[in-house]
């Protein structure tokens, strides 16, 4: 199973565990993997897995996606 790993400042807060197609990432409580922290939007990126690869696609958030 395909893991995203939430970090903050360097420092891992944990590991989420990738099942669906579409993962959806942010500070909203409907999102897939909710992140309390105001740097992170409402709804501020999704990670897909079409074809065989993992795609992280930013949602228009504020602070931007860093992959790696």
């Not at 995203?4 to 990432?25: C, D």
């Amino acid at each position: 199973m395909a893991e995203l790993i939430v970090k903050l400042k360097g420092r891992e807060l944990r590991r989420v565990g990738i099942t669906r197609a579409e993962t959806v990432i942010g500070r909203d409580a409907v999102c897939d993997v909710v992140i309390d922290n105001d740097g992170v939007s409402r709804v501020h990126a999704r990670v897909m897995y079409r074809s065989g690869f993992f795609t992280a696609f930013d949602s228009g958030s504020a602070n931007g996606l860093y992959v790696n």
